[in-house]
């Protein structure tokens, strides 16, 4: 959220900068309204307060005299009423002004390049080479389904579209890639690994911008007590901060967890319905980092370079892209985007966003730091990125990596995690293969081994 001084001081310039800059257009009319409102009953919420301590002086000297006092109580009553009227009135156009303020984009970093949409972004450098087939490459789905490792049908009989069952190496691979980030940004990169609730509070999710304005892209359980399926685990790490105030020495604050995800992708209908790059659920590796403003930018460049790790351990071309105001999130400051190459498609698709959102999720959350300076309470800064989504490294290791007659090498960083094999050939075989081993033994009634 912004800083409501700017909605009550700088209404005018805000509502241009975003529209010029996000092509967002401000109810600058509505937020007038509910302020001049305010303006006034906090007016006469002070003149309540004034008049209502100075009969009450009154009352006390004239009951030093020995004088009547029931009209001046009468009139203190009396004020006491409309007072506690005014404030309660007061409350709520302050709770007005958040909600509007709650719907309003974060504003762009000075560095942003202005843009209307993904054709405004600007490539800030391209690492690895993408390599040249001897043969036409199969995509993800045609190399997973022929070989039983990848099923799309089954899961829409189990779940409808945009599912998917892994199977054999293939999900071994999937899981073999979430072990292999965890690893990599907790001992090399010094993220603390946490797992964390699937499920959170709708606070939580205001706490980082979902909600109001993304409530439709939102998984919810139903009745009074509604939680919501987290759409990636920046949520709820980003929320143990909530309502803290963080001690500076232990700033800057670097979290990793490997989670499922889960959105309904309700504006995304008809885009990416083949195969695993747009699902309901998903999982991936997601870092988070709690900062002080002084060190926002710098942690910024070292959470992305983190998440390009990621793809340079596993050999896979990418680009760094710098995103323009029109294309950035909602709570973003500032971004990036890694792309991967996918050979199936001849370009290169998003796998990694890296963003820094300054103080706009801590002011929702009222989550602080001491600055030692001041000894004051101040705002925190918040970074959220992907590290990386675990799926879409999955297609891009399997196109990158494919062989002609269909087997997949196995990258070098994997391969520890994969017991060692070099390659992922054959297919499912689904019934059990004979010679399984027996249960351990037990005792029948008759007391006779089984």
């Given at each position: 959220?912004?800083?409501?001084?700017?909605?009550?001081?700088?209404?005018?310039?805000?509502?241009?900068?975003?529209?010029?800059?996000?092509?967002?257009?401000?109810?600058?009319?509505?937020?007038?309204?509910?302020?001049?409102?305010?303006?006034?009953?906090?007016?006469?919420?002070?003149?309540?307060?004034?008049?209502?301590?100075?009969?009450?002086?009154?009352?006390?000297?004239?009951?030093?005299?020995?004088?009547?006092?029931?009209?001046?109580?009468?009139?203190?009553?009396?004020?006491?009423?409309?007072?506690?009227?005014?404030?309660?009135?007061?409350?709520?156009?302050?709770?007005?002004?958040?909600?509007?303020?709650?719907?309003?984009?974060?504003?762009?970093?000075?560095?942003?390049?202005?843009?209307?949409?993904?054709?405004?972004?600007?490539?800030?450098?391209?690492?690895?080479?993408?390599?040249?087939?001897?043969?036409?490459?199969?995509?993800?789905?045609?190399?997973?389904?022929?070989?039983?490792?990848l099923d799309a049908e089954t899961a829409a009989k189990l779940s409808g579209a945009r599912f998917t069952v892994l199977r054999g190496k293939l999900a071994r691979l999937h899981r073999a890639l979430a072990q292999f980030m965890l690893d990599l940004h907790t001992q090399e990169h010094g993220y603390l690994e946490t797992n964390v609730p699937l499920m959170v509070n709708a606070a939580s999710m205001r706490g980082t911008g979902q909600l109001p304005k993304f409530e439709d892209d939102l998984f919810a359980t139903a009745g009074e007590d509604r939680r919501y399926l987290i759409p990636t685990s920046e949520v709820p790490l980003t929320n143990i901060v909530r309502d803290e105030i963080v001690a500076a020495e232990t700033l800057p604050l670097r979290m990793t967890a490997h989670s499922m995800c889960f959105r309904a992708e309700a504006g995304s209908a008809g885009r990416d319905t083949r195969g695993m790059i747009r699902q309901h659920q998903f999982e991936k590796v997601e870092l988070v980092s709690i900062t002080?403003?002084?060190?926002?930018?710098?942690?910024?460049?070292?959470?992305?370079?983190?998440?390009?790790?990621?793809?340079?351990?596993?050999?896979?071309?990418?680009?760094?892209?710098?995103?323009?105001?029109?294309?950035?999130?909602?709570?973003?400051?500032?971004t990036y985007d890694l792309e991967v190459w996918l050979p199936s498609e001849n370009k290169y698709r998003e796998i990694s966003s890296c963003s820094n959102c300054e103080s706009f999720q801590s002011r929702r959350m009222q989550a602080r730091w001491r600055n030692p300076e001041t000894g004051k309470p101040e705002l925190v800064h918040t970074l959220n990125g992907s590290g990386v989504a675990v799926g879409r490294a999955m297609i891009a290791v399997i196109e990158n990596y494919q062989n002609e007659d269909g087997s997949i090498t196995v990258p070098e960083a994997l391969r520890r995690y994969m017991g060692g094999a070099e390659y992922i050939a054959g297919s499912v075989r689904l019934a059990p293969p004979t010679g399984a081993p027996r249960p351990p033994e037990a005792s029948r009634r008759d007391g006779r081994a089984v």
């Open positions: 959220m912004l800083d409501p001084v700017l909605f009550r001081t700088k209404l005018a310039e805000t509502a241009a900068l975003l529209l010029t800059k996000r092509g967002f257009v401000i109810d600058v009319a509505a937020f007038e309204a509910v302020e001049a409102e305010r303006k006034r009953i906090q007016t006469r919420t002070q003149e309540l307060q004034n008049l209502r301590n100075t009969r009450s002086k009154a009352i006390g000297i004239a009951k030093s005299k020995g004088e009547d006092t029931s009209a001046l109580m009468a009139e203190v009553a009396s004020i006491g009423d409309e007072l506690k009227a005014s404030e309660q009135r007061q409350a709520e156009l302050l709770a007005e002004i958040e909600t509007l303020a709650l719907n309003v984009p974060n504003l762009p970093h000075e560095s942003v390049p202005l843009g209307s949409d993904e054709l405004g972004n600007v490539e800030q450098h391209r690492r690895g080479t993408p390599r040249q087939f001897a043969f036409t490459p199969k995509d993800h789905v045609d190399l997973g389904a022929r070989k039983g490792w002080t403003p002084a060190q926002s930018d710098d942690e910024h460049e070292r959470m992305t370079r983190c998440a390009e790790v990621v793809l340079e351990k596993l050999g896979l071309p990418y680009r760094r892209m710098l995103l323009c105001t029109g294309d950035m999130g909602f709570g973003a400051t500032k």
